[in-house]
């Protein structure tokens, strides 16, 4: 079975740090992969979406990036973060072809 | 730009009754309406979805249905529970993607 996994779980980082957010899938490959911001208490936001290695389309301007170097990683960056970045950012999946989105556990992050 | 409404933002309704959730999406192309479950602290978790080319789709006693006249479709929960109590977030396709449009969440209390 296919299995999602984020890491950190939480995180408190300064105004100005720099910040990176890994994702992997196992059990499944050539997954598209998604990373989405949750601001307290308000709905998804899609950021990226990619569907194969080096492919990434960004959703919305921001200070933060995304890269797939591996066909099951997912990654997202910032060089130097702003307190709006504060959020939950959660990694998704879904099977090629099909429409199904499966969500990772998280990462609470804390802009301070 | 492409919008999915939801409502009610927030809903109370006592053990064992009905709960309704409706959406709008405004992408006529939308082939794929899901619907997640968040608790809180929690991943979105899917918990039933429907195509375009179906009305009606039942899971015990989840179920949901789709106008797509209207450009709507609904989640019905029967003999609510306290478990059902979360956030409930619709979606919709983007047209010619995989990616979704997700609606603005609906807080579900269930009053034992």
């Known amino acids: 079975s296919q299995t999602i996994h984020q890491w950190p779980a939480t995180l408190v980082q300064p105004v100005g740090s720099p910040l990176s957010l890994e994702c992997t899938v196992e059990g499944t490959s050539n997954p598209n992969l998604y990373w989405y911001r949750q601001a307290a208490g308000r709905g998804l936001q899609l950021l990226f979406y990619s569907v194969g290695i080096g492919q990434i389309s960004s959703e919305v301007p921001q200070n933060l990036s995304a890269s797939r170097p591996q066909d099951r990683q997912f990654i997202l960056s910032s060089k130097k973060l702003l307190l709006s970045d504060s959020g939950f950012y959660l990694c998704a999946w879904s099977q090629g072809l099909s429409y199904e989105q499966y969500f990772g556990p998280g990462t609470r992050l804390t802009v301070t | ?112």
């Open chain 2, 1 to 112: 730009g492409e919008n999915v409404e939801q409502h009610p933002s927030t809903l109370s309704v006592q053990e064992g009754d009905s709960a309704v959730i409706k959406c709008t999406y405004s992408d006529s192309a939308s082939n794929y309406f899901p619907w997640y479950k968040q608790e809180l602290g929690k991943r979105p978790q899917l918990i039933i979805d429907i195509r375009s080319n179906v009305g009606e789709k039942k899971d015990q006693r989840i179920a949901v249905t789709l106008n797509k006249t209207a450009k709507h479709f609904s989640l019905h929960i029967t003999e609510t529970q306290p478990e059902d109590s979360a956030v409930y977030f619709c979606a919709a396709s983007y047209s010619g993607t995989y990616k979704y449009i997700f609606g603005t969440g609906t807080r579900l209390k269930v009053l034992a």
